[in-house]
């Protein structure tokens, strides 16, 4: 997957926007149990801001249950892992003089969440990115497996593929809604 892509990715788990806060919870508490696998506030909050985590539950729920489904289906995600375990290209954390508007947005979010989480935003960025990483590992996975390889350089391919990558996720949902537990909303 070539770095655009995956910066492109990235980014999306960044910038979408929301409403609800979580810096009520306890971090140890359940936001959601997928097949017997919890989600915790704490894991949310690592990933996103406190204001906006709770937006970002049902995504979590999918990245689950589509971890949980490439482990039941035996496929392998190591060669969507970079090399080096710790985060790749994107676990190095922008200067802080960097120019570049996406750096300065990726370095304001890492200061941000690594303050309230009471680690140095090098260290948060390095954590952070094996995490992302690692949920778009099993997500590309998944989705390759079921639709096959997505062709970035065709806008018509491209829209097919997100069209048959939304409708296998939410199918996903639907079938395992039995076995997912929702706790906030």
């Known amino acids: 997957m070539s770095k655009v892509v995956r910066f492109s990715i990235l980014m999306l788990f960044i910038f979408m926007a929301g409403c ?4 009520k919870y306890d971090d140890n508490e359940a936001a959601a149990i997928v097949k017997g696998q919890e989600i915790t506030i704490g894991e949310l909050r690592f990933l996103y801001p ?3 985590a709770l937006d970002y539950l049902d995504w979590a729920i999918r ?3 589509v971890k949980q489904k490439v482990e039941e289906m035996g496929l392998d ?3 969507k892992l970079s090399e080096e375990r710790d985060g790749g290209w994107f676990g190095e954390l922008p200067p802080a003089n960097t120019k570049d508007e996406g750096g300065k947005q990726i370095r304001k979010f890492a ?3 690594a303050q309230k989480l009471d680690m140095k935003p090098e260290e948060f960025q390095r954590e952070y990115a094996k995490k992302i990483e690692e949920q778009n590992a099993y997500m590309v996975t998944y989705l390759e497996n079921k639709v096959g390889l ?8 491209m829209e097919k593929f997100n069209k048959e990558s939304d409708y296998l996720l939410e199918e996903l949902v639907e079938e395992h809604e039995d076995e997912i537990e929702v706790f906030m909303e």
């Not at 997505?150 to 391919?157: H, L, P, Q, V």
């Open 150 to 157: 997505a062709e970035f350089d065709d806008e018509k391919g």
């Open 20 to 23: 609800s806060s979580i810096s």
């Open 77 to 79: 995600i190591s060669d």
């Open 50 to 52: 406190d204001d906006t």
């Open 63 to 65: 990245v689950e249950l």
């Open 111 to 113: 200061e941000s969440q």
